[in-house]
């Protein structure tokens, strides 16, 4: 199994919602991501976990909170989120010295 | 800081119109060049990683080539199925963590 699964594939969320979106894989990897895609710009790193510890967080509004309950899972719990906050959000995970991503869940913020 | 550049932004092709993307990169020691492709609403496909300068990567229609400042993407007598946005991205360590780096990419359009 080489694959990230994300759900959901589409969310529609208004700015007073709490949503969250989910992120598995069962490669053994110990290293996963969260990425914001903008339409036609490249993905941007958010978060980082390493070994299920948060590692690196590029100064993401707490409008956005990971969470890595074990190994295998990823979640970003969503909050307030404002309208510029719409793209598509990818999860990685990282094995054989290269990134593995999900197909990404495509937010929209009303 | 790390950076990277691709050019150009969007190339049209017309089937079988071989041709080559650019990758230029300024970084403090490379830790790895990768090549990824993405198709519309879908997540980075990987498809190379070069680490020294003179390497060279195949894979069917493509081919990826690496010097000291930059890195081409060849792409031989191309398909439609292969349009795509075509990302080059560099490899940090920082925080005891790997982190990519992306280009901005070049949007790909090959007619039939």
């Known amino acids: 199994d080489t694959e990230v699964t994300q759900t959901p594939k589409h969310l529609v969320m208004g700015m007073t919602n709490k949503k969250s979106l989910k992120c598995e894989q069962h490669m053994g990897h110990r290293a996963m991501y969260w990425y914001k895609q903008k339409a036609k710009k490249p993905p941007e790193l958010m978060f980082v976990y390493s070994y299920e510890k948060l590692s690196i967080n590029e100064s993401v509004p707490s409008r956005f909170s990971p969470e890595c309950p074990n190994s295998s899972l990823l979640n970003l719990h969503l909050h307030a989120l404002q309208p510029e906050d719409s793209a598509l959000y990818l999860c990685?995970?990282?094995?054989?010295?290269?990134?593995?991503f999900g197909s990404g869940t495509q937010l929209s913020v009303l | 800081e790390d950076q990277v550049t691709q050019s150009p932004e969007a190339l049209r092709l017309q089937e079988g119109e071989s041709s080559s993307l650019n990758c230029s990169y300024t970084v403090s020691g490379l830790r790895g060049l990768f090549w990824y492709r993405q198709d519309p609403g879908k997540g980075p496909e990987f498809l190379f990683t070069l680490y020294s300068a003179g390497e060279e990567k195949e894979k069917e229609r493509l081919k990826a080539t690496l010097t000291k400042k930059e890195s081409f993407l060849h792409i031989t007598a191309p398909k439609p199925e292969d349009s795509a946005t075509y990302l080059c991205?560099?490899?940090?360590?920082?925080?005891?963590?790997?982190?990519?780096?992306f280009g901005s990419g070049t949007r790909l359009l090959v007619r039939p």
């Open positions: 991205a560099v490899q940090e360590y920082r925080d005891s963590s790997y982190k990519l780096i």
């Open positions: 990685a995970s990282r094995g054989n010295e290269k990134l593995f």
